[in-house]
C-alpha cells in the first residue's frame, strides 16, 4: 500500500520560509518523478514544483519560481519543498504526489498525500 504523509506546515508571517516534507512509503521511490501542489480555498489544486526521479530536472510554476525549491532524498524516500519569501497568496493546503512521468497536469499522478495547511498571515 502507497503512503505520501506530508509535515512541515503551520502558520508563518509574510516575508517568512517553511520547509515541507514528504515521506514515501511501499514506493518505488526512484521510479517516480515527485511534485507539490497546492489548493486554495474555492479555487482549483495548481501545479507548484516537480523533481525527476534522479533531481537532474526540476520544474517549478512561475508564481513560485526563485522563492520555492523542490529536492529529493532517495536514501530516505522524502521530497521537500522549501519556501522562502512567503507570500498571502501561497497560503493552501499544500500536496504532493507521484507520477511515472514528468508532468505539472494532477491527472498524470498517481499518488497523493492527505496535503498540509500553509498559511501566510499578511
Known amino acids: 500500500q502507497v503512503q505520501l504523509v506530508e509535515s512541515g506546515g503551520g502558520l508563518v508571517q509574510t516575508g517568512g520560509s517553511v520547509r515541507l516534507s514528504c515521506v514515501s512509503s511501499?514506493?518505488?521511490?526512484?521510479?517516480?518523478?515527485m511534485g507539490w501542489f497546492r489548493q486554495a480555498p474555492g479555487k482549483e489544486r495548481e501545479f507548484v514544483a516537480a523533481?525527476?526521479?534522479?533531481?537532474?530536472?526540476?520544474d517549478y510554476a512561475d508564481s513560485v519560481k526563485g522563492r520555492f525549491t523542490i529536492s529529493r532524498d532517495n536514501a530516505k524516500n522524502t521530497v521537500y519543498l522549501q519556501m522562502s519569501s512567503l507570500k498571502p497568496d501561497d497560503t493552501a493546503v499544500y500536496y504532493c504526489?507521484?507520477?511515472?512521468?514528468?508532468?505539472?497536469?494532477?491527472?498524470?499522478?498517481?499518488?497523493w498525500g492527505q496535503g498540509t495547511q500553509v498559511t501566510v498571515s499578511s
Open positions: 511501499g514506493l518505488s521511490f526512484t521510479l517516480y518523478t
Open positions: 504526489a507521484a507520477t511515472r512521468d514528468y508532468s505539472r497536469v494532477a491527472v498524470q499522478y498517481d499518488y
Open positions: 523533481v525527476r526521479w534522479n533531481s537532474r530536472s526540476t
